[in-house]
Nanobody, 115 residues
Framework: QVQLVESGGGLVQPGGSLSLSCVASGINFGFYTMGWYRQAPEDQRELVATIDSGGRIRNYADSVKGRFTIARDNAKNTLYLQMNSLKPEDTATYYC????????WGQGTQVTVSS
């Protein structure tokens, strides 16, 4: 049974930082290109960052480039997202999945950027 469990969200002021984690179970984690997605209320879910199976190739949406960093630890079946210089428009529920959203979604973790 595939399970993706996101954590690390919270309330942060503009300009602040948060670090998200996603632990995967039930899959051969190191085989997949993984990604972080986010969905704001009344918006479609968008892919914001991906990382290849070996952790060498990273891609980012223009909206987060230079502020977010995706990483992974295959030994721990864990995906990370370091978010710096956060903006109110980053407010959303953040999810992890592979880069084509192959797996059942987890519960996500809420990130709220507000003063």
């Amino acid at each position: 049974q595939v399970q993706l469990v996101e954590s690390g969200g919270g309330l942060v002021q503009p300009g602040g930082s948060l670090s998200l984690s996603c632990v995967a179970s039930g899959i051969n984690f190191g085989f997949y290109t993984m990604g972080w997605y986010r969905q704001a209320p009344e918006d479609q879910r968008e892919l914001v960052a991906t990382i290849d199976s070996g952790g060498r190739i990273r891609n980012y949406a223009d909206s987060v480039k230079g502020r977010f960093t995706i990483a992974r630890d295959n030994a721990k079946n864990t995906l990370y997202l370091q978010m710096n210089s956060l903006k109110p428009e980053d407010t959303a529920t953040y999810y992890c999945n592979d880069n084509v959203a192959l797996f059942q979604w987890g519960q996500g973790t809420q990130v709220t950027v507000s003063s």
